[in-house]
């Protein structure tokens, strides 16, 4: 596995988003591609056509159902890259989305952040996005260089752009009216590159106009300090919010602790 070093972390830590060239072998790659494909074929109860024209196709919480995904959050370096880049001492698996982009699909990913989502608070929360596919820029993920600094704004639908019910949040600005006021990073990626990314920082992605379908899995890890949190109002993950008070330790069957820093001379 590749080796996550200090320019890494200061590129996270100062981004919010940084690029790690081969983090995955060919065989984890072609692993996920089988899984895919069987999680396309089965669908769970919150799976989403995301586009009218074309295909935008989504899934959550694919390793609580599917064995394949949950293998990979135990077995693959994933954690350790999330617990490496976090600088934290253990990792917890909290979620997972599959993302699906069909040629010709027009529809993008709009604007946002992630983490007033979720039912969690802390500042150790991260996404790895994974693709399957080769991603050429005018395709990929777009970041606003350090906003995982700024406050949290609002979930919306993707759907219709509603803003989730009675969360008190205001608004995300409008960044693709005003996108030469922010410093936005894209990367070009092959399969086995993984994005590691916060949290918060804000995000979206265009459509698929490309000839190739772009699929990435994207899992989402914590570290020390995350606390589960029962926000007011609208919560999309976890899908069903597990008996856990509000400010507790995430350590349980729904967000398993997956991986430990193991003391020097005892590998990690």
């Known amino acids: 596995m590749r080796e996550v070093s200090d320019r890494d972390r200061a590129i996270f830590e100062e981004d919010g988003v940084v690029l790690l060239h081969g983090a995955f072998d060919e065989a984890w790659v072609d692993f996920l591609r089988q899984a895919v494909d069987g999680a396309m074929a089965n669908p769970g109860p919150h799976a989403m056509e995301y586009a009218s024209e074309g295909r935008f196709f989504g899934d959550v919480e ?13 077995e693959s370096p994933a954690a350790r890259y999330a617990g490496l880049i976090m600088g934290s ?49 005018d395709i990929a993920v777009e970041f606003v260089k350090g ?34 006021r922010y410093e936005i990073l894209r990367f070009p990626m092959e399969p086995g590159d993984v994005l590691m990314f916060h949290g918060m920082i804000v995000h979206g992605a265009p459509g698929n106009t490309g000839s190739h379908r772009r699929r990435a899995l994207s899992t989402r890890w914590t570290g020390d300090d995350a606390r589960f949190h029962r926000r007011p109002g609208e919560i999309s993950v976890p899908t069903v919010l597990p008996d856990l008070a509000d400010g507790a330790s995430l350590d349980c069957d729904r967000f398993p602790v997956v991986w430990r820093h193991a003391p020097p001379g005892h590998g990690a």
Not at 62 to 74: E, G, K, S, Y
Not at 124 to 135: A, F, G, K, N, T
């Open 89 to 137: 001492s253990k990792v917890n698996y909290f979620d997972d989305h599959l993302l699906v982009k069909e040629p010709g699909t027009g529809k993008p990913s709009p604007w946002h952040q992630d983490q007033p989502y979720w039912a969690v608070s802390g500042r150790q929360v991260c996404s790895l996005w994974l693709p399957l596919d080769p991603v050429s820029c």
């Open 147 to 180: 906003s995982h600094n700024w406050q949290e704004f609002s979930p919306y639908h993707f759907e219709d752009g509603r803003l989730y019910e009675g969360v008190g949040l205001p608004r995300l600005p409008d960044i693709e009216s005003h996108r030469d």
């Open 62 to 74: 694919l390793a609580h159902r599917l064995p394949a995904f949950m293998r990979f959050v135990r």
